[in-house]
T-cell receptor, first 114, second 112 residues
């Protein structure tokens, strides 16, 4: 089954404690991306990757890091989480080079920083 | 990427047809128009996509006028389960894209 898998789904952590949210897709997609969703602000793109070793900033990259060492994985790293990073996070993937490029989303990761 | 504008919210009743219009004045020749649906606490999912004129699938229809500066998502005979946020995106075809901005979407509330 084609899917994008995120872990953990739910996490409560403390300010400053480094954490990683993993994302894996099994569709051999080139493009992967991270979004955060906050009430009243819609979906905002954090980082994206057009292929292995090719990452770039989205609209709200501050406080986040990413890496793309393998095509299937695109982890989101919070080196020193702060309460303003409390949010619902979505990982997404899609193929490149195809008209329209349907985007597939993971189930979301609820992150609370206290 | 072309900027899109859509209503913040819409209300409807079960059984009615709902039309959500999206404005994309700066759409480029290579751009496709795509709509996504998001239920609370779930990731958005693809609904429909088109380039020009009309596209219909089992879920919705998409109407695109000749100038392509707007598009209308039409949901026939909505039910309570159609309550969701609907996002309009303009996406380049061919070689793909870099940033992808979903914006705030349109919150559709269907009442009994």
């Amino acid at each position: 089954e084609a899917q994008v898998t995120q872990n953990p789904r739910y996490l409560i952590t403390v300010t400053g404690k480094k954490l990683t949210v993993t994302c894996s897709q099994n569709m051999n997609h080139e493009y992967m991306s991270w979004y955060r969703q906050d009430p009243g602000l819609g979906l905002r793109q954090i980082y994206y990757s057009m292929n292995v070793e090719a990452t770039d900033k989205g609209d709200v990259p501050e406080g986040y890091k990413v890496s793309r060492k393998e095509k299937r994985n695109f982890p989101l790293i919070l080196e020193s989480p702060s309460p303003n990073q409390t949010s619902l996070y979505f990982c997404a993937s899609s193929p490149q080079g195809v008209p329209g490029n349907t985007i597939y989303f993971g189930e979301g990761s609820w992150l609370t920083v206290v | 990427l072309a900027k899109t504008t859509q209503p913040v919210s819409m209300d409807s009743y079960e059984g009615q047809e709902v039309n959500i219009t999206c404005s994309h004045n700066n759409i480029a020749t290579n751009d496709y128009i795509t709509w996504y649906q998001q239920f609370p606490s779930q990731g958005p999912r693809f609904i429909i996509q088109g380039y020009k004129t009309k596209v219909t699938n089992e879920v919705a229809s998409l109407f695109i006028p000749a100038d392509r500066k707007s598009s209308t998502l039409s949901l026939p005979r909505v039910s309570l389960s159609d309550t969701a946020v609907y996002y309009c995106l303009v996406v380049p075809r061919g070689s793909g894209y870099s940033t992808l901005t979903f914006g705030k979407g349109t919150m559709l509330l269907v009442s009994p």
